[in-house]
């Protein structure tokens, strides 16, 4: 049976300074059911890391609606949103620089969190998570020693370690070379595969090529969705696939609750219009819009 975990609804963020207000959320529509690997897309200031805060109770939405795992982001108060950010997320950023401790060692680094929280065994569940991200030989390591892919890695062991129902990643391969990132992106996949449902915001084409599912982000709406093909799926692993030249996945529009779709600029095109009016009809269960006889 599958579960919602994130149900946004006309979402709306408004970025108040002293000169101008920016509206970074512009009514986004999102479902996201548990178990599920999704990346986000979108080209810089669309709104991506925005969401992902209001997802992760970093910053409070301005209007819509906001349900994660059950708990509603608008009503929740200052103490439950406290309790929230612990046990419901787990966050990764790009810079980890913000969630670790450069003189404590990588173990003591991923039990620190843990102690806000009654995990129990903590050293055992720490041990566990770093074997998952493949640096169990580096657990008596300050952080400071370790390269940023390897500090990436206990980054995500972190954000892991109160065993959150959702994990967020915002550009977590930003700012490691391409072998780095294929590793790390190793990680969450297999982490997926565990059952995790993982948010992850990428730049990187050739990695959002192995996803299941690929959502766009435009001007702070969904604006497209590409899912990934059939026979793809069970690929993921192939180094052979040269991921940037394979057509991965399949392109779908976005209806919004009002049941508009944007037609992308290429088709309008090609129906070489007179005027703004379209003719649509029902055909075999096809919705068919064309130009207006004259
Ligand atoms: N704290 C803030 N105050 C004012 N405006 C903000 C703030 N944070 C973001 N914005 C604006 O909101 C819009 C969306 O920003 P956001 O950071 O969500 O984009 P993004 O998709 O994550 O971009 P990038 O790919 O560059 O990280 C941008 O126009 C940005 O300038
Ligand atoms: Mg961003």
Redesign the pocket.
């Known amino acids: 049976m599958s579960e919602v975990m994130i149900q946004a609804d006309g979402l709306v963020k408004i970025?108040k300074?002293k000169q101008t207000e920016?509206l970074?959320l512009q009514g986004l529509d999102l479902t996201v059911e548990q178990g599920e690997l999704t990346a986000l897309i979108?080209?810089?200031?669309?709104?991506?890391?925005?969401?992902l805060n209001m997802i992760g109770g970093l910053d409070r939405p301005s209007a819509g609606s906001l349900v994660v795992g059950g708990k509603n982001l608008f009503t929740m108060t200052e103490r439950e949103l406290v309790v929230y950010k612990r046990d419901t997320v787990g966050f990764v950023w790009q810079n980890n620089g913000r969630n670790l401790l450069p003189y404590l060692t990588v173990l003591e680094n991923i039990m620190l969190p843990m102690h806000l929280s009654n995990v129990k065994k903590k050293r055992t569940k720490a041990l566990e998570l770093l074997e998952m991200v493949g640096l169990s030989s580096k657990k008596n390591s300050r952080m400071n020693m370790l390269s940023g892919g390897e500090q990436q890695r206990v980054a995500i062991a972190i954000a892991l370690a109160n065993s959150p129902k959702l994990l967020l990643a915002d550009?977590p391969t930003g700012s490691v070379d391409p072998k780095t990132a294929n590793y790390i992106f190793d990680v969450f996949t297999e982490l997926n595969r565990q059952g995790q449902t993982i948010l992850i915001?990428t730049?990187d084409v050739a990695l959002s090529k192995k996803v299941k599912r690929v959502v766009a982000?435009r001007d702070?709406k969904i604006s497209s969705e590409r899912i990934l093909k059939e026979k793809y799926a069970d690929r993921l692993k192939e180094v052979s696939i040269d991921w940037r030249h394979e057509d991965t996945q399949e392109e779908y529009v976005i209806m919004d609750k009002a049941g508009r779709v944007q037609i992308p600029r290429e088709i309008i095109g090609s129906l070489e219009l007179k005027d703004n009016k379209v003719k649509l009809e029902l055909q075999d269960g096809k919705v068919i819009i064309s130009r207006p006889e004259e």
């Open positions: 970025y300074t920016v970074a979108g080209n810089s200031g669309s709104g991506k890391s925005t969401f550009e915001v730049h982000i702070g």
